[in-house]
């Protein structure tokens, strides 16, 4: 019952108009849900068509309220329409449902920061990695959030820590830029 999906999904970056047409027939035949909405809004998110992307994904949000995938791809639409505010908001709930989502978390970070939220972003980021191993990446942008709000000491704790999980280029580069 569930080749139509099986289709799109095998499809949807190699052939996105016939991806479209067997998301739309497994609809018809199983029903509307939140799943096949969101999976039809990626493949529209993909071909940048951006409107129809997001009805499909705030169709998905009805469907199934709170539904995740859906809030997180919604949060990519926004952030394509230049709405910060709503993105962070977007993820903010996203993460209370899948905290350990490192991508997420990163794109909230920067969002916060480039909304002049630097310190709370920091937090944000500081309250995650308490419980991680020394090889998360995520120190590195705790080692450049600190060091942009002046907290030289924890900017070189992060950074020395950040040797573990990022290649080594990188941490010289972070440490040789201005914020440094």
Request: charged share 20%; proline share 5%; glycine share 6%.
């Amino acid at each position: 019952p569930d080749w139509w999906v099986i289709l799109a999904r095998s499809l949807d970056k190699s052939d996105p108009a016939i991806a479209i047409g067997g998301l739309r027939m497994a609809i018809a035949l199983r029903g509307d849900n939140a799943v096949l909405r969101n999976d039809l809004g990626a493949i529209l998110l993909q071909q940048k068509r951006l409107k129809e992307a997001a009805m499909q994904f705030q169709a998905a949000d009805q469907l199934r309220p709170g539904f995740a995938p859906a809030r997180f791809n919604l949060a990519l639409c926004t952030i394509s329409d230049r709405n910060r505010d709503q993105a962070i908001v977007l993820l903010g709930q996203y993460l209370g449902q899948r905290p350990g989502d490192t991508a997420a978390l990163r794109l909230l970070s920067t969002l916060l920061s480039q909304n002049d939220h630097a310190a709370e972003a920091l937090h944000l980021l500081e309250k995650f990695l308490k419980n991680q191993p020394t090889t998360q990446p995520l120190f590195l942008e705790a080692a450049m959030l600190a060091a942009r709000l002046g907290q030289t000491g924890n900017a070189l704790r992060y950074l020395e820590t950040s040797l573990g999980g990022n290649p080594v280029q990188a941490v010289i580069r972070a440490y040789q830029s201005p914020a440094f």
